[in-house]
């Protein structure tokens, strides 16, 4: 069974500091992968695509892939209490048509 | 872009009844999308996956004659739970993916509570 895993938390990290998310999965074939934030009693908001090997940024936010290793991570610089949130590790399935395998996700809190 | 709304984005209905849940893409056409439901606390789980023009594939365990899935066009997917019961009452969320693109975008969710 394909898995996506990672940390439950609570991670907290205070104001300003950088935040570290970690995902490791099993599918070694998958190519395309997804950071979701979700804030408690909203929908997953798709904040982070990548699909290369290396380093992602988009403003505060940089993910990073290791297909090798099956690691992929999401920083978050600059952490604000608005960051403050659920964030889902996703990973698109091989061979399961458009599926995506969500992690469990990781409970962030900035505290101030 | 990718803005996908759902209707009602809360709904209470009595045992026994049915309930339609609309999903759209307001922006863009959706080929595929998809339905997932959370209970509080837990992750999301992936009840079907429906495609434009064709049947829903659900995933095991969830019964297709409870959940119906209609995929009529590239923009809109309802989910229609039938015959209701409190235990179905949950934060249903669909998402739709960007033809051509691997990105899934979720909607709101509707909250269901069934009395």
């Known amino acids: 069974q394909k898995e996506v895993e990672q940390n439950s938390g609570p991670l907290s990290v205070p104001e300003g500091a950088i935040a570290s998310l970690n995902c490791t999965y099993s599918?070694?074939?998958?190519?395309?992968f997804f950071w979701y934030r979700q804030y408690s009693g909203k929908s997953p908001e798709l904040i982070m695509s990548i699909y290369s090997n290396g380093d992602k940024e988009d403003g505060r936010f940089t993910a990073q892939l290791n297909k090798a290793s099956q690691y992929v991570s999401l920083l978050i610089r600059d952490s604000q209490p608005s960051d403050s949130a659920t964030y889902l590790c996703a990973v698109k399935e091989t061979g399961g048509g458009n599926k995506l395998t969500f992690g469990t996700g990781t409970q962030l809190k900035v505290e101030l | 872009g990718a803005v996908v709304s759902q209707h009602p984005s809360w709904v209470i209905c009595k045992s026994g009844t049915s309930v339609k849940i609309e999903c759209r893409s307001l922006?863009?056409?959706?080929?595929?999308m998809f339905w997932y439901r959370q209970f509080p606390k837990q992750s999301l789980m992936l009840m079907a996956t429906s495609n434009e023009g064709s049947k829903a594939t659900y995933e095991q365990g969830v019964e297709k004659d409870k959940f119906l899935i209609n995929h009529a066009s590239l923009t809109l997917s309802t989910l229609t739970v039938t015959s209701a019961h409190p235990e179905d009452s949950s934060f249903y969320i669909c998402?739709?993916?960007?033809?051509?693109?691997?990105?899934?975008?979720f909607g709101p969710g509707t909250r269901l509570t069934v009395t």
């Open positions: 922006d863009f056409q959706a080929t595929t």
């Open positions: 998402s739709a993916e960007v033809a051509g693109k691997h990105e899934q975008y």
């Open positions: 599918d070694r074939g998958s190519q395309s």
